[in-house]
């Protein structure tokens, strides 16, 4: 894993240093001698990562790590301090800064690359959902929309935590923070908690009575349901040699007893503002790809996804062995709803409808609109003579219950006409069999609408119905 590191440091020696250190692991160095040459690099470069000295003259590290935080082009960049000074009050300064860990000079070999690799697949993960969310068009909003992410009230945190004194200390601070908590005294307990408690924060520590807190902690990270949250391990100064197997099994920060409130607190803010814009992210992100297959009225899927998921339906055949039908159908007489009601009527008429076919089928079954007033129903593992029953009972559920519209208070008895038509082998093509439903549904209308008719097998006479009537 290489990436590119700004080193800032006023004085000669420490910057060559640590630049020898990560060059010889293969990272891209950058070097500043001073906070203005750091935040000018930092927004033209762009690092993945900054080192940066706290004691420097004019502009202190405090200074130049909240500027890059306070700036959009540099605020997802990881920033370590690396420093002389140890108290707990400069590590909270440090925190509230932006800073996401600090490393006490002279640098240990083993605590900085594990830091480094750390931080690298954080910020890599950042990158690649902020490169998605670009890509769709909507970053700036979601940029622009994240004040309540420092704010850790009503997060939920998991104490995994034996020790009951402890454990009471740590939800006390954190729920003067507004944070809400649970504790697990075993990892067995934490587990099952964690995969039911949608959790903002975990905080483990390394020994759990007698079990051991990095394994749970790295099952915590593989479950699907909670790789996602970041985890805060607690440990002494005797286990700080376990810290780097941490880092890179997957825990995002640390804090070393005894646990002091205030860079608790700090920490705890710093991960769960990452983990709220990651998550936030991800939700956008889906909602994106919702978007791009989804029809924004009816919620049901659109013509694009639905071309794609009845081609590898017909492909399946070959191995299924089973067949795949079709049904084509749309809303008879649907201009006159709209010239009579207005066309948020037919709006209406034609989520209802969507909501409708969708409730009436199985799990696996697809609905899409295909266009207008046309919808398209997809049956994977059904012959034609079982698709024509479903069009006909689908076709009764609409005709016989009146679709309700708001706020003109009427009942619209609405019908429907349907084409139904199965593919048997993958030579069919997804527009031969549109094509052919779309030839069985122009018959329906023929015929009189409101019925199902099948290419394969016609229509059944019980399918016949009246015409719609609006009023």
């Known amino acids: ?43 033209d470069q762009l690092p993945d990562i900054i080192l940066l000295d706290i004691m420097m003259p004019g502009m202190d590290g405090f200074e130049v790590c909240q500027r890059l935080k306070d700036s959009p082009k540099t605020r997802h960049i990881p920033v370590v301090m690396v420093t002389a000074l140890s108290e707990v009050p400069d590590r909270v300064r440090g925190l509230e800064a932006g800073a996401d860990d600090f490393l006490s000079k002279p640098v240990n070999d083993i605590a900085l690359f594990a830091r480094v690799r750390s931080l690298l697949r954080l910020k890599m993960m950042t990158d690649e959902l902020r490169l998605r969310q670009e890509t769709s068009g909507d970053l700036g909003v979601f940029e622009a ?14 104490i995994v935590e034996n020790n009951e004194t402890m454990a009471d200390r740590l939800a006390r601070y954190l729920g003067e923070s507004g ?46 349901q909670t790789r996602h949250v970041p985890i805060l391990l607690l440990l002494d100064d005797l286990d700080l040699p376990q810290l780097a197997k941490g880092l ?33 992210l991800r939700l956008n992100l889906q909602e994106s790809v919702n978007m791009a297959f989804t029809d924004p009225l009816t919620g049901v899927y659109n013509r694009r996804y639905m071309a ?29 709803i709209n010239d009579t009601y207005g066309h948020g009527a037919g709006d209406q008429v034609l989520k209802q409808l969507a909501a409708r076919v969708s409730n009436n089928l199985r799990s696996f079954d697809l609905v899409a609109r295909y266009g207008g ?61 549109l094509e052919r439903a779309d030839r069985a549904l122009y018959q329906a209308k023929n015929d009189g609408r409101n019925r199902a008719v099948s290419a394969e097998l016609g229509g059944p006479r019980e399918s016949e119905g009246a015409l719609i009537s609006i009023g």
């Open 145 to 158: 929309d994240h004040g309540d992410d420092d704010n850790p009230r009503d997060a939920r945190v998991l």
């Open 308 to 336: 794609a998921h009845l081609d590898r339906k017909i492909m399946e055949i070959a191995t299924a062995e089973k067949p795949v039908s079709v049904i084509l159908f749309d809303i008879d007489h649907f201009k006159a």
């Open 1 to 43: 894993m290489t990436a590119r590191i700004l080193v800032v440091d006023d004085i000669p020696a420490n910057v060559k240093l640590l630049e020898t250190k990560l060059a010889a692991e293969y990272f891209d160095v950058l070097t500043a001698r001073d906070g203005p040459e750091a935040l000018r690099i930092a927004e």
């Open 179 to 224: 944070c809400k908590t649970d504790r697990a005294a075993t990892t067995t307990q934490g587990q099952v908690l964690g995969r039911a408690g949608n959790y903002d924060l975990a905080i483990v520590n390394l020994h759990v009575g007698g079990e051991d807190g990095l394994r749970f902690c790295s099952h915590y990270r593989s479950n699907e």
């Open 373 to 433: 007033e046309e919808f398209v129903v997809i049956m994977p593992d059904t012959d034609a003579e079982i698709a024509l029953r479903v069009a006909d009972r689908l076709r009764a559920r609409v005709a016989d219950e009146a679709f309700r519209v708001e706020p003109l208070e009427v009942l619209l008895e609405v019908t429907i006409s349907m084409g139904v038509t199965t593919a048997l082998d993958t030579e069919e093509t997804a527009d031969a069999l």
């Open 248 to 280: 890179d099994i997957g825990v995002t920060d640390y804090l070393v007893k005894p646990v002091d409130r205030g860079e608790l607190l700090a920490r705890v803010r710093t991960q769960i503002r990452r983990h709220r814009y990651h998550h936030r």
